[in-house]
């Protein structure tokens, strides 16, 4: 069983620039969470998506904005980078009716 | 609104020691509790859950009761050893609002041989 593989591990931006994560969830999961975990903090939940939609949405802006695809994986993309999304982004995955999720080891993203 | 607070850390051991770690929530409703844990340059793993008042969730020696009474779910380590350090975040969820984990802050934990 493959578990959740995040991609990159680390990335340097400047501020004003778009970034993009990946994720692939963990075998026969269809559902897929972004957690942004700043230095010290606990993980604050982003959005979450099934079936490809958005399904819930944290306090975050609209520039933080996600995909899912067809075979459940997903990208989380940050427009108008600021200093303050310097973070650990986490990804998770679930499977419908089930309240575990099973997380990634992370993107660590520096803005500069 | 709903949330999580956790004991501040880092709490520092020496191996053998009994652990604590305090954690209490608030939530409109009845919310399923989990404790993760982060070690270094990783990302959280599931350490244990409990979904019902009452329920215990144990792993690996570790164990935290659902106390629906006083909204706890205190973690609790017999004799804990170095391999054991890392960060612990107790956390919950709410059916209602798509399985979303509200995460405490995190307790660093550091054993000392």
């Known amino acids: 069983e493959t578990g959740v593989t995040q991609s990159p591990t680390h990335l340097i931006k400047t501020r004003g620039q778009q970034v993009t994560l990946r994720c692939s969830s963990q075998s026969g999961h269809n559902t897929v969470s972004w957690y942004q975990q700043a230095l010290g903090q606990g993980p604050q939940f982003i959005f979450q998506y099934y079936r490809e939609e958005e399904n819930g949405r944290g306090n975050f802006p609209p520039r933080f904005s996600g995909l899912q695809f067809p075979n459940y994986s997903s990208e989380l993309n940050v427009n108008a980078l600021e200093l303050d999304d310097s973070a650990l982004y986490l990804c998770a995955s679930s499977t419908t009716g089930s309240d575990e999720q099973y997380f990634g080891p992370g993107t660590r993203l520096t803005v500069t | 609104g709903n949330s999580v607070t956790q004991m501040e850390g880092p709490v520092t051991l020496s191996e053998e020691a009994f652990l604590t770690i305090n954690c209490t929530y608030t939530a409109t409703g009845y919310p399923s509790l989990f404790w993760y844990v982060q070690y270094p340059g990783e990302g959280l793993q599931l350490l244990l859950k409990?979904?019902?008042?009452?329920d215990k969730g144990s792993n690996k020696g570790f164990e935290a009761t659902y106390r629906k009474e006083t909204t706890s779910f205190h973690l609790e380590k017999g004799s804990v050893q170095v391999s054991d350090s890392a960060v612990y975040f107790c956390a919950l969820s709410l059916y209602n609002q798509g399985g979303k984990l509200i995460f405490g802050q995190g307790t660093e934990l550091s054993v000392k041989p």
């Open positions: 409990a979904t019902k008042a009452d």
